[in-house]
């Protein structure tokens, strides 16, 4: 059996974990691009993050897809059986990654390698949170509303400007940790490859109070007040820096939101726009 490191057991990388809470807080932030070399947590992040994700209705967790390095369109997309159809009358599809991934996660390691005509897919599914599956002149549009995150190591190549402006939160994974910091990780991390039914026991209630907490900022979300300076000081950012469109300002402003209210204040600060 496969088991998931616990993001509570996580030592530091603490803006990697607050960028995963702000979109569990706010799905439509825009999601998020892990970039360091390999073995630095990158994919052990990604996973962990569905425990904190809170889950659909009617559904104990939240969808946590992987699209594979080498994944087919058909994988990728999903499929229609045309002769099915025709011979019997039955709607007949083979459910893609994408639509799996519907109110969860669509996770992409290596993001970077992914070839071209599968990430102009992807791209249209993230801007309008639904897919159409095209086969044999039969179509139909199937919901995608999906948190990207997407992972790579950019000693192995550059990702699209394209698929780079899908992901509104970028980092930079450097293994900056102090002395403490990597006693510990190797501490809990011998534990947990010793039993790791035992290790993810002791951080459930960890887990669920994260969750519970997570639930609660987000009705509280919209009635954060975003002050005009603040709105005015990043609209002026925004023009300095002759920036396309207002992706940027948009989620420079959910990020702010989030962050006053997982601190618990009804009105965004300057220290909120650090953030």
């Not at 994700?53 to 499929?79: C, H, I, M, N, Q």
């Not at 791209?123 to 086969?135: K, M």
């Not at 002395?179 to 039993?195: A, N, P, S, T």
């Not at 962050?259 to 618990?264: E, H, K, L």
């Amino acid at each position: 059996m496969n088991y998931t490191f616990p993001f509570t057991a996580i030592v530091g990388l603490e803006l990697v974990k607050r960028s995963l809470i702000y979109h569990a807080i706010d799905p439509r932030l825009g999601g998020l691009l892990l970039m360091g070399h390999r073995g630095c947590a990158k994919s052990t992040l990604a996973r962990a993050f569905q425990e904190i994700l809170p889950a659909p209705e009617k559904v104990k967790k939240a969808p946590f897809v992987e699209v594979p390095l080498g994944t087919t369109e058909d994988r990728l997309l999903g499929s229609i059986d045309a002769s099915r159809l025709l011979e019997n009358g039955e709607w007949s599809a083979q459910t893609g990654l994408i639509q799996q991934a519907d109110l969860g996660v669509l996770y992409i390691d290596e993001v970077n390698l992914l070839p071209d005509h599968l990430v102009d897919s992807i791209l249209d599914s993230a801007v309008s949170g639904q897919h159409r599956i095209e086969r044999d002149g039969l179509s139909k549009t199937v919901n995608a509303r999906y948190i990207l995150i997407g992972s790579m190591n950019p000693e192995e190549g550059d990702l699209r400007p394209q698929l780079t402006d899908r992901f509104m939160h970028g980092i930079l994974i450097r293994d900056d940790f102090s002395v403490e910091q990597r006693r510990e990780i190797v501490r809990v991390r011998m534990d947990f490859d010793d039993d790791p039914q035992l290790f993810l026991v002791e951080h459930q209630k960890n887990l669920a109070q994260l969750r519970e907490k997570i639930n609660q900022v987000r009705q509280q979300l919209k009635n954060v007040e975003i002050t005009e300076n603040i709105r005015t000081e990043v609209a002026e950012k925004a023009a300095d820096l002759n920036l396309e469109g207002l992706r940027a300002e948009l989620g420079v402003l959910r990020t702010v939101r989030c962050a006053a209210a997982w601190q618990g204040r009804e009105t965004v600060s300057p220290e909120d726009l650090n953030e």
